[in-house]
């Protein structure tokens, strides 16, 4: 469990530098640059085998990482963009209740056992980060309102389920280091690419706002992807209560915080969504 609740922590302070940087006005892309510049060195530099590049390079969890990269980096800018547009509750809903891909996942791919129990409590960990999740959005629908947050759905959804085949069929405990350094090195090497392709959408100077914020980004991304990829590699859980546990516990987590530190409101339906998503915890841990 200490490899779930470190996830979760790492996750959870990616919410709150997120939050933090905002109030200083940070360059998003600048941002996300360095964040992945900074996870893939720790990667590459806590690595305790030997690096063969060809190896690596031919190694057969290469296509997931690269994948798993790109698609970091590409979730990291739509969910950035979705804020702006569509609200952060619409967005921080559909990221969350996306765990419901990777869920169904390991439940019908892998068959793991699915009893009426583990059912109510991956229904309550639904309806949980909803309710929890849940703001009140006052802009009309229109098609790229819906079409963000069903792009993010999908996305981290079918990102996560890839992790989840990537790490049994070809990542052991020895490689988890070296494949998570090569997810942000792709990620990193992306976002070069569109800085590139794109140099007017950043400006030339880079703050301290943003070489600190990028790198405890960077330290509780690399955190939140390896500590994953160990708990689903070392925990007695099935995966897909792994899944359903860490997305609660990061939304309670990330609640409470905006609560105590940035004086966000909790409304009923928040605080319902709270308990739900405990009552779904113990069932998952337990079932």
């Not at 019908?108 to 009893?115: G, P």
């Not at 359903?244 to 966000?264: D, H, P, R, T, Y």
Request: glycine share 6%; hydrophobic share 55%.
């Amino acid at each position: 469990m200490i490899y779930l609740l470190l996830s979760i922590l790492s996750s959870s302070v990616i919410f709150i530098t997120f939050k933090i940087t905002d109030r200083f006005k940070t360059g998003l892309v600048k941002l996300i640059t360095v964040n992945y510049l900074v996870a893939a060195l720790l990667g590459f530099s806590f690595n305790r085998y030997p690096i063969s590049v060809w190896n690596a390079v031919t190694s057969p969890w290469m296509p997931f990482a690269l994948l798993v990269g790109v698609s970091f980096i590409l979730m990291f800018f739509l969910i950035g963009y979705s804020t702006r547009v569509s609200g952060v509750a619409v967005t921080t809903i559909a990221g969350k209740v996306s765990m419901v891909i990777p869920i169904l996942f390991s439940v019908l791919y892998f068959s793991e056992k699915n009893t009426v129990l583990k059912t109510f409590g991956l229904v309550f960990a639904v309806l949980g980060v909803f309710l929890t999740s849940f703001r009140p959005v006052s802009k009309k629908n229109g098609l790229l309102l819906i079409l963000l947050p069903v792009g993010i759905f999908l996305g981290s959804g079918i990102t996560d389920s890839v992790v989840k085949y990537a790490q049994t069929y070809y990542i052991p405990n020895s490689m988890s280091l070296l494949f998570s350094a090569v997810v942000f090195l792709a990620a990193l090497i992306a976002g070069l690419l569109f800085i590139w392709v794109n140099p007017k959408s950043v400006s030339k100077t880079i703050t301290i706002a943003e070489l600190i914020g990028g790198t405890i980004l960077g330290i509780a991304n690399f955190g939140s992807l390896y500590f994953f990829v160990m708990a689903l590699n070392n925990s007695k859980l099935d995966s897909s209560a792994v899944f359903g546990l860490n997305n609660i516990c990061i939304v309670i987590f990330s609640v409470i915080a905006g609560a105590a530190l940035f004086k966000e409101k909790l409304s009923r339906v928040n605080f319902a969504g709270i308990i739900l998503a405990l009552v779904s915890s113990l069932i998952l841990m337990n079932y």
